[in-house]
DNA sequence: CCTAGCACTTAGTACGACAGAT
DNA sequence: ATCTGTCGTACTAAGTGCTAGG
């Protein structure tokens, strides 16, 4: 079932969409400053509207939540493995709820396989580590002691965990031999052959991330070196010796003076104030207006020393690398639960000017340098500690294991946090990434049922009901963003659907032929311009008549509504149901349908991987990704096209060999003449092949011109979908995902089969 | 309730490495 | 071998959604 509404008649053929929102961001801005004054008319409105049906939302919902963790499995491809054997494990089984229990006596258990833990400190990798210590009630998990512990235990049972090792390792290689012939000779150099298979274990219930981590902190930003001499700062036509520090945040500008943001009046008043703080009171003094400026010497030293860096020799850019290398090593990696896991972003981030998007008020302001003295670390208290560099000391060490951060600090433009988390492709990133999608699927199971009710919600006689009826469905039929509020004057002017105003849509009781017509023109996430014409119900049409009345453009739409409501109003519904699983779900269910609409057993390989492309896109245009189309965009499409000519002219020339060598075969009928006939038409059909290959992408490539297909392949899409069709299709999954995704989506490599159905 | 703060996911872009063309 | 275009990756901003505390 597929209920899905009719996305692609109003998405994906839209020709009225267009993308080039930069262009049209300036009719956004006057709007913006309009707004602001009206803003308060919400709260004013809801005082107009009496209470009366309010509803009593209980609690209850909360505790249910945990059960939902552990539903997970429950509806995907289980296969078979190997029975248990560890009897401590078996111990720990019982502390689970009968559902987990029956999975595992189905032999959901985890193969041994700890030896080829990747390059891993064995140290830390006892054979014990086959599975995360689970035992509540001790919290200290020491690794040292299970080591010791693990060789303490009888030989006996050693001798026989062992043999199944091996047994489990032999089963492996096969299958790994079966799905990756490609990859064989890579695997044989460093490569471990097993990977962690961490979703075949259980999962924490509790709020616990995990028992033990150790890392080595975070890598700081090399510190500021001053110009040489001969670099000067010029003020007022003369040259000026700056401080460091004013040096520093003048570099930051001149490093970005081809960039158009430096002209931007928001932009240089920002940087400018923010700069005079760094500036000595001299300094201060005399540098009183950023016109009189000049950092041209500046700019090109930098753009010289960039050259310099691309000249540069083999061996240096090998001594680079390598070097780079090793600080990966040193600090890529955190132990986490007895596996060694690649850390996202491990370098704090360097000081820098706050490059905003959109129309972003604060754009222009100094980002400041990151210090130890600014730095939570996070990790398990019986680990290693990081050490701050010498002299230097962290804000706070701290354990707490409800977390997944390692290191974090307050970012000073908007005094939020960041954080150093783990790689996409660490357990305890794919496993919420998996229980993502299995929400999804749980909504796909009763969508029908909120679909009827929110229709009925549109005729509700409670204002508050209608808007949160209608906002829902444009957020199940347009995949909009929920649009939570956002603190006015800190950030770019833009909205999600419950944040949308009045002046964001125009109703058209008739357009283009079509009745009922709405017209949505607004700045999303990123300030990404979503433009869409889409014919409605007409009871949602009515209702938004209603909703717009006696408003201004810059009052709320939905003035009675906002998303803790309507997340409220979902947890209800379902649980775990928020308005985001909306997008997942239809982003995956559209990718589905479309895998299945448009992909022929017939084709070739790659006119498969179009058809994969163009479901691809159909999802990214219902979630509204763009991208500025390429700066090599037309000139790399011309190259095509003059390639696409020149295969033409040869597959011609081969046909008229061909033709030629056919009648010489007719008056010869000799075994001579019969082959070259035979081996010209084989040249005709590979010419012909290669031609369409040239022209399949040449299609790919314009219809993606300004379509990003990378975030929903990396965020919305169940990525057992995409495994599944490349398995019924033989497509290899390395023409899908790239080394890094297949990392990220080991999970569903493994576990998918081609009947998977999302 | 309401808000602020926190944690975590989702997002586009810049840039360098690398592969394929010349 | 050099050039050029593509691709992968790092980076970090900007969302969502939950919760604690007033």
Redesign the pocket.
């Known amino acids: 079932m597929s209920g899905d509404y009719s996305h692609n008649d109003s998405q994906i053929d839209s020709g009225s969409r267009y993308n080039d929102s930069?262009k049209h961001k300036e009719k956004y801005k006057e709007k913006e400053h309009k707004h602001k004054e009206h803003k308060k008319d919400k709260?004013r409105d809801?005082s107009k509207y009496s209470n009366s049906e309010?509803k009593?939302?209980s609690e209850k919902k909360?505790k249910d939540?945990e059960k939902e963790r552990l539903k997970h499995k429950d509806g995907s491809s289980d296969k078979p493995k190997d029975k248990y054997k560890d009897k401590e494990k078996r111990k720990e089984e019982k502390l689970y709820d009968g559902r987990l229990k029956k999975e595992k006596e189905n032999g959901f258990a985890s193969p041994l396989h700890v030896k080829s833990e990747p390059e891993s400190d064995d140290f830390y990798l006892s054979p014990k580590s086959l599975k995360r210590e689970r035992d509540d009630d001790d919290s200290e998990y020491k690794p040292k002691k299970m080591k010791v512990e693990n060789e303490d235990k009888s030989e006996k049972k050693a001798k026989k965990r062992k043999q199944e090792d091996e047994n489990t390792k032999t089963k492996k290689k096969t299958k790994d031999k079966k799905g990756e012939v490609a990859d064989g000779k890579k695997k044989a150099k460093k490569e471990p052959e097993e990977k962690w298979k961490w979703w075949e274990e259980e999962r924490y219930t509790d709020g616990v991330?995990w028992k033990f981590l150790e890392h080595k902190g975070p890598v700081f930003a090399p510190p500021y070196e001053p110009l040489p001499e001969h670099v000067r700062f010029y003020y007022d036509g003369k040259p000026m010796r700056l401080s460091p520090e004013a040096e520093e945040v003048a570099t930051f500008f001149a490093k970005m003076l081809d960039?158009e943001y430096t002209t931007k009046d928001v932009f240089r008043k920002n940087f400018f104030k923010d700069w005079r703080k760094e500036m000595t009171s001299e300094e201060k003094g005399k540098i009183t207006d950023l016109n009189k400026c000049n950092f041209t010497e500046m700019h090109e030293y930098f753009k010289a020393q960039?050259e310099a860096?691309?000249q540069m020799s083999k061996e240096e850019?090998q001594k680079?690398?390598e070097e780079n290398e090793r600080i990966?090593q040193e600090y890529g990696f955190c132990i986490m639960d007895n596996h060694r896991e690649r850390i996202?972003?491990?370098?704090?981030?360097?000081p820098?000017l706050?490059?905003?998007?959109?129309d972003?008020p604060?754009m222009g302001m100094l980002?400041r340098r990151i210090r130890p003295e600014d730095i939570i670390i996070n990790c398990s208290k019986d680990s290693k500690q990081p050490k701050p560099p010498p002299g230097t000391k962290w804000k706070e060490v701290r354990h707490?294991n409800?977390?997944?951060?390692l290191v974090?600090w307050?970012?000073n433009?908007?005094?939020?946090?960041?954080?150093i988390?783990l790689n996409?492709s660490s357990r305890?990133?794919g496993e919420?990434?998996w229980q993502?999608y299995e929400t999804a699927r749980r909504l796909k199971s009763c969508v029908d049922r909120l679909r009827a009710q929110y229709r009925e919600d549109w005729k509700s006689k409670e204002m508050k009901i209608r808007q949160r009826a209608v906002a829902l469905y444009f957020i199940d039929k347009l995949a909009l963003?929920?649009?939570?509020e956002?603190?006015e004057g800190e950030?770019?002017d833009?909205v999600?659907?419950?944040?949308l105003r009045v002046e964001h849509i125009t109703l058209h009781p008739e357009k283009d032929g079509q009745e009922f017509v709405v017209e949505f023109d607004f700045?999303?996430?990123?300030?990404?311009r979503y433009y869409n014409k889409v014919p409605v119900e007409k009871r949602v049409f009515k209702n938004l008549q209603l909703f717009m009345e006696n408003k201004q453009p810059e009052d709320d739409l939905f003035d009675r509504l906002n998303?803790?409501i309507?997340?409220?109003h979902l947890?209800e519904l379902m649980d775990?149901l928020?308005?985001?699983?909306f997008?997942?779900y239809n982003a995956s269910i559209t990718l589905q349908q479309q895998l299945k609409e448009l992909t022929t057993a017939d084709e070739n390989i790659p006119a498969k991987i179009l058809s994969y492309n163009r479901a691809n896109r159909a999802v990214a245009i219902l979630?509204?990704?763009?991208?500025?189309p390429?700066k090599?965009?037309e000139?790399?499409?011309q190259?095509?096209q003059?390639?696409i000519d020149a295969k033409k002219e040869q597959l011609a020339d081969a046909k008229r060999q061909l033709k030629s060598a056919k009648a010489d075969h007719r008056v010869c009928k000799d075994e001579k003449s019969k082959k070259a006939m035979e081996a010209k038409k084989k040249a005709v059909q590979r010419i012909e092949e290669q031609l369409m290959k040239l022209e399949v992408q040449a299609t790919d490539?314009e219809e993606n011109k300004q379509i990003?297909l990378?975030?929903?392949k990396?965020?919305?899409l169940d990525p057992r979908i995409s495994v599944a069709w490349c398995k019924k299709w033989g497509v290899p999954i390395e023409k899908i995902y790239?080394?890094?995704?297949r990392e990220k989506f080991a999970w569903a490599i493994d576990m998918a089969d081609e009947d998977f159905e999302f």
């Open positions: 930069h709260d809801k309010h009593d939302y909360h939540k991330k960039h960039s860096r691309k850019k680079i690398k990966l996202a972003n491990f370098r704090i981030e360097p820098g706050f490059r905003g998007r959109g972003h604060k980002k707490d409800k977390v997944t951060w974090s307050t970012e433009i908007q005094g939020s946090i960041k954080y988390m996409p305890i990133k919420k990434d993502k963003r929920a649009g939570n956002k603190e950030t770019a833009t999600g659907c419950c944040s700045l999303g996430k990123d300030s990404i998303t803790t309507l997340n409220k947890q775990g928020t308005a985001k699983v997008r997942t979630c509204n990704h763009q991208r500025a390429p090599t965009f000139k790399s499409m190259n095509l003059t390639k490539r990003a990378g975030t929903s990396l965020n919305y790239n080394k890094t995704q």
